[in-house]
């Protein structure tokens, strides 16, 4: 198998971009992620999109307008796994020696639905139910609180800390520090999550440039090594499924530690799907952050934040950068790149030199999660 690294990234701010169009968010990403490489357009073997709402022919109508024509381009839709999962699909063909060099987009437009929770899959029997993400989550967060030594505090601390690291990420939705009072203090959702709990929707593009070996020595740019991709579709389980241990994460995770050949003691930066505040602690236990029943304590001895063990979203993650669902998993992946090749800026993480990105797609009835995609990096 060849080598896949990215050699240039790009995104937009996350945001309310309510007049621009799928390929008016996503060409400004692409032309920097290009520029940032130093790849032509016309030197691009293939492309990947992941979406969630674009529509037909996402992909295509974007690179149009880069007057690239005729290369493969695929569209991807793996709810908030969608870019995420357009990564994992160009490493593939970079390491079968399919492409030398791969254009890999996340992009969404979700204030098209006017606010309110992201719709799904009516003919889905818990969607016919009224099930919704925010509900989801919020028992996740009431099964945590009765097992574990934990408080809603603990919760509102998750919140915390992403706007804090936030306040540094001149791509964020939300760029201001908020205390724990504050938190629980902002309206009321699905209890016990409050406003502040729940990453908000908007609109966002990223893009990373994605080459082989021989692709690498050509550009001679900064390069980041991709050590393990890992897809994995949830398995159907009928009746009780224990809500803290998603088994879609804990078995990718373990997937992709074999495969890269390091482990999480070992990892510098994270980029996790919190798209609510108590995924992250779910996520520190499934990523081997920590075992089982002390996430909670992991965050509160500031283990995840600068100075601890390792920097868990210090891209402020989703709950202060913001959730266009198909460019979350491509925008994790920029901030890794960024973070291993020393340009982060004011939240640039020391010295470096390894870090993992996970995210979670869908909700269907008798799944964990629909998708889960997880990738480990290295500076090459």
Known sequence: MSQAYIVGAAMIPMGKHRDSS????????????????GVAPGQVDAAVCGHAFGGMLTGQRIVKELGIGSIPVTNVDNACSGGAT????????????RHDIVLVIGVDKLTQFGGGTLPLVVEDPEVRQGIVMPAVYAMRARRY?????????????????????????PYAQFRSEVTVEQVLQ???????????????????????ILVSEAGR??????????????????????GFRDMLRPEISYDSASD???????????????????????????????????????????LRQGKTTYGGDVVVNPSGGLLSKGHPVG??????????????TGQAGQRQVDGAKRGLSHVTGGGIAGLDHGACTIHLYETA
């Open 22 to 37: 799928y390929s008016g968010l996503a060409v400004p990403a692409v032309l920097n992620a290009l520029k940032s490489a």
């Open 86 to 97: 357009a990564l994992h699909l160009a490493w593939k063909d970079i390491a079968a020696g």
């Open 145 to 169: 609180l009765h097992e574990r030594d934990a408080t809603v505090e603990d919760l509102a601390q998750v919140s915390v800390k992403a706007r804090r690291h936030g306040v540094r990420n």
């Open 186 to 208: 902002s309206r009321p959702i699905s209890d016990p999550l409050t406003l502040m709990q729940c990453c908000p929707t908007g609109d966002g593009a990223a893009c990373v």
């Open 217 to 238: 020595r050509k550009l001679g740019k900064p390069a980041v090594r991709i050590a393990a991709s890992v897809l994995h579709s949830g398995q159907v389980t009928a």
């Open 256 to 298: 992709a530690y074999e495969a890269a050949g390091f482990g999480p003691k070992d990892l510098d930066v994270i980029e996790l799907h919190d798209a609510f505040s108590i995924a992250e602690l779910v996520y520190y236990e499934a990523l081997g952050l920590c075992p089982p029943g002390e996430s909670a304590n992991y």
């Open 327 to 340: 460019a979350s998993g491509v925008a994790q992946a920029v901030e890794i790149y960024w973070q291993l």
